[in-house]
T-cell receptor, first 114, second 114 residues
């Protein structure tokens, strides 16, 4: 299995631009999580989906952030407009209902907003 | 009440020594306590986990000690090796009620000196 796939791996953009991060979960997994990692705040959950439906978005910092999961094999996290304080590493993770004790993380997208 | 507090922030241990990382939580509804290991440039990966109905779990050189009454748990790495140098995160969740939504500690950067 290829594991969780994220793209791009690195993104450099200017303040005010729209940023779209992409994630392909492990096939057969029905839970998908988006996390953000910074030195100051550590690893924090932004939103998670179950069967493509957003269940808990309480961690989404502002209305500038939005996430979608149009099908079981694809999810996006969008930031519009981006700000320098959004600079972080964004991880996607997936798990299955029967194996939710283990979340499998992707390699992350390192975002730098100038 | 959703926080998980982790200490120390960083740890330096000699090869062959014991590494100990501590975590504390407040929410007694948490029912699953995993530890994740993260190498630079990679996503976190599950290392070992414990449920509150046992006081200790051992897998190879890694042991979790769990104190339910004190609401504390710790990771012990015996015979620490340079290859163990990584960042370690404790976490907690309600594995069934909240889909395994992980609350992470701040992380401990472990360096094992040869």
């Amino acid at each position: 299995d290829a594991g969780v796939i994220q793209s791009p791996r690195h993104e450099v953009t200017e303040m005010g631009q729209e940023v779209t991060l992409r994630c392909k979960p492990i096939s057969g997994h029905d839970y998908l999580f988006w996390y953000r990692q910074t030195m100051m705040r550590g690893l924090e959950l932004l939103i998670y989906f179950n069967n493509n439906v957003p269940i808990d978005d309480s961690g989404m910092p502002e209305d500038r952030f939005s996430a979608k999961m149009p099908n079981a094999s694809f999810s996006t996290l969008k930031i519009q407009p981006s700000e320098p304080r959004d600079s972080a590493v964004y991880f996607c993770a997936s798990t299955s209902r029967g194996g939710r004790e283990t979340q499998y993380f992707g390699p992350g997208t390192r975002l730098l907003v100038l | 009440q959703q926080q998980v507090k982790q200490s120390p922030q960083s740890l330096i241990v000699q090869k062959g020594g014991i590494s100990i990382i501590n975590c504390a939580y407040e929410n007694t509804a948490f029912d699953y306590f995993p530890w994740y290991q993260q190498f630079p440039g990679k996503g976190p990966a599950l290392l070992i986990a414990i449920r509150p109905d046992v006081s200790e779990k051992k897998e190879g050189r890694f042991t979790i000690s769990f104190n339910k009454s004190a609401k504390q748990f710790s990771l012990h790495i015996m015979d620490s090796q340079p290859g163990d140098s990584a960042t370690y995160f404790c976490a907690a969740c309600q594995i069934y009620n909240q889909g395994g939504k992980l609350i992470f500690g701040q992380g401990t950067e472990l360096s094992v000196k040869p």
